[in-house]
Structures are given as structure tokens and as C-alpha cells.
């Protein structure tokens, strides 16, 4: 076979081959996915912005500010038996549970490592914990444990809360 007999089989067989990926390629899935994400994200958003109108710590804030800050949490995933908060550690973030259960436990002493915590509440699904360290340096009251497979929580530290009330001055 010769260089141009092989050269004109690839060019035709490429032909064929970009035929039939145009068949299952166009550019009406790729908007349609882009738009079911694009909903997913503000659907997301949404929830964060629901979620954060519900605490106390920002209750005082309107729709635009707390926009601020949902975009200000970080997702992390923690497994079970996962400690997330300590008792008695200093608090630098507030947690919303996204998905997934939490036990939270409190010593009388919390130095006495044979005292066995008492489970004070299992929060699951949306909930929060840790605001009150965003604007107090109290020392965290209670022990947080993952009791689920998994559990997804958002996060916004102290520094980024600062960082968003400052930028909440602005708005």
C-alpha cells in the first residue's frame, strides 16, 4: 500500500470517525448540563443562604450579605467516629451539618478522663454548631462526633467570618 493510498484510508476513516462523534457531540447537551449545574449551584446556594438566616449570629444581616457569606464556607467530609469540635479547645469556625449525623457530648470535668460524656443531642441534616465562636474566644462547650458513615458540613472559619463582616460593612 502506498504513503498516499494509506494517507487518503486515514483521511476518509477520520472523516467517518468525526461523522459519527458530531452525532453524539453537540453543543445542546453541553448547555443543558451546564444549566442543570448552573440550578444545582443556586439551589446550593440557596439552602447555605436559608441555613445561615436561621442563626442567630446572623440574623441581623439581609439576602445579599448573607450571600457573602455562604460563598465564604469551605466543604469538608469527616467519618465516622470523626471528632469535629473538642470541648474546651478554643472555637475558630462555625459548622453547618450539610449532610449526615453528629452526637454532642459534655463532661462536667472535661480534665477527668474517666468521666464518660453525657450525649446532650444527635443533630442531622442542616443544622449548625460552633456560631457562638465567631464572635466570642470562648473555649467550646461540648465534644461534636461524626455517628454516620460520612458527614459533609460546611465550614467558615473566624478569620473568613472577619473578612466577611468587614466586606458586610461595605454592601
Not at 66 to 92: C, F, N, T, W
Not at 124 to 137: C, P, Q, V
Request: hydrophobic letters at 40%.
Amino acid at each position: 500500500m502506498s504513503m498516499r493510498t494509506m494517507l487518503e484510508s486515514f483521511i476518509k476513516h477520520s472523516e467517518t470517525a468525526e461523522a459519527k462523534a458530531g452525532q453524539y457531540i453537540s453543543r445542546e447537551p453541553h448547555r443543558r448540563n451546564l444549566q442543570v449545574f448552573e440550578d444545582e449551584l443556586r439551589s446550593a446556594e440557596l439552602l447555605r443562604i436559608e441555613i445561615l438566616r436561621n442563626v442567630s449570629v446572623f440574623a441581623a444581616l439581609d439576602t445579599a450579605q448573607l450571600k457573602v457569606m455562604a460563598h465564604s464556607m469551605e466543604p469538608k467530609l469527616y467519618s465516622l467516629g470523626d471528632v469535629i469540635i473538642r470541648q474546651d479547645d478554643l472555637g475558630d469556625a462555625f459548622y453547618v451539618l450539610e449532610k449526615g449525623e453528629v452526637s454532642v457530648t459534655r463532661k462536667k470535668n472535661p480534665g477527668d478522663e474517666t468521666e464518660v460524656a453525657k450525649e446532650l443531642i444527635r443533630l442531622s441534616d442542616g443544622a449548625h454548631f460552633g456560631e457562638m465562636s465567631l464572635i466570642t474566644d470562648e473555649l467550646r462547650s461540648a465534644t461534636i462526633t461524626v455517628t454516620s458513615a460520612r458527614a459533609h458540613c460546611l465550614i467558615m472559619t473566624k478569620d473568613a467570618f472577619d473578612a466577611c463582616m468587614e466586606k458586610n460593612r461595605k454592601i
